[in-house]
C-alpha cells in the first residue's frame, strides 16, 4: 500500500522560508500531561484563549502506531477529554485512517471511530494540507460552534505534520514529545525532529500565536 505524502513534501518549501511553521506553541510529554481544562497548556501573560474543537493525531498520540486501541495509561485521559469536548467537538485527523489515498475503503477510519467513540475526518490531502477539510466538517457541524481556526487546536506527535497544520491553518499546536513509542522504536524522522525543535528555539523561531477573529 503506497503511502506517499505528496502534501509534506510540497510544504517543506513552505517550512524553508517560515521554519517556524513546524513548531508548538505548548509541548507535554505524553497524552497523559495535556492539562484539564485543556486551554490552559496555551494560556500566558493574560492571555485567554477559546478553545471549541479539538485535532487528534492517532499514531505515537493516543494510540501504539497501527493499533486503533487507546494506549491503557491514556484510557482515563481520554474520557476526560471526550467529556470536555463532547460529540464533534473531539475530531481525529490521521495520515493513515480516514486519509483516502491511503485508507481507500474507509475501512480504517471506521474501526478507529469505533474503538475510540470519535468522528475520524475522510480526507482526500494528508496533513499537514488538510486545513481545508478540516474547516469544512466544523462548519457542516455548526453546534460545535468554530467559526475561525484559532479556535481549533491540534495535538499530535509529529512536527512536519501536526504542528504545520496547526500554524498553516491560524490554530494552536500541541506537541506530544515523547509519546506512546520510546524513543529507539521511533522513525528517522521522528528522531530528527526531536532534534530539530531544541535547534530551531535556540536560534530564536517560536510559532506564531494565532490572530482572534476580533484581532
Not at 33 to 50: A, C, L, M, T
Not at 88 to 104: C, E, F, M, P, W
Request: overall charge positive; hydrophobic content about 40%; proline content about 7%.
Amino acid at each position: 500500500m503506497m503511502n506517499l505524502n505528496l502534501s509534506g513534501t510540497i510544504n517543506v518549501f513552505k517550512l524553508l522560508a517560515k521554519p517556524s511553521l513546524c513548531l508548538p506553541h505548548s509541548t507535554v510529554s505524553t497524552f497523559n500531561e495535556i492539562p484539564s481544562p485543556f486551554e490552559k497548556v496555551f494560556e500566558r501573560q493574560g492571555r485567554k484563549v477559546d478553545i471549541r474543537a479539538v485535532i487528534l493525531d492517532k499514531d505515537d498520540c493516543f494510540a501504539y502506531p497501527n493499533t486503533n486501541e487507546i494506549f491503557p495509561a491514556y484510557v482515563e485521559r481520554f474520557r476526560l477529554l471526550k467529556k470536555e469536548y463532547p460529540n464533534h467537538r473531539l475530531l481525529i485527523v490521521s495520515n493513515t485512517a480516514g486519509a483516502t489515498t491511503y485508507d481507500r475503503d474507509g475501512r480504517l477510519a471506521k474501526e478507529l471511530e469505533a474503538a475510540t467513540g470519535i468522528s475520524v475526518l475522510a480526507h482526500r490531502v494528508k496533513k499537514p494540507g488538510c486545513g481545508d477539510e478540516i474547516m469544512a466538517h466544523f462548519k457542516a457541524h455548526p453546534e460545535v460552534g468554530v467559526t475561525h481556526p484559532s479556535q481549533i487546536a491540534v495535538v499530535g506527535d509529529r512536527l512536519m505534520t501536526d504542528m504545520m497544520l496547526a500554524n498553516m491553518m491560524g490554530s494552536w499546536g500541541l506537541w506530544i514529545k515523547d509519546g506512546v513509542k520510546p524513543l529507539n522504536e521511533k522513525s528517522v524522522f521522528s528522531k530528527l525532529e526531536q532534534r530539530l525543535e531544541p535547534f530551531l528555539m535556540k536560534r530564536g523561531y517560536r510559532a506564531d500565536d494565532p490572530r482572534s477573529p476580533f484581532e
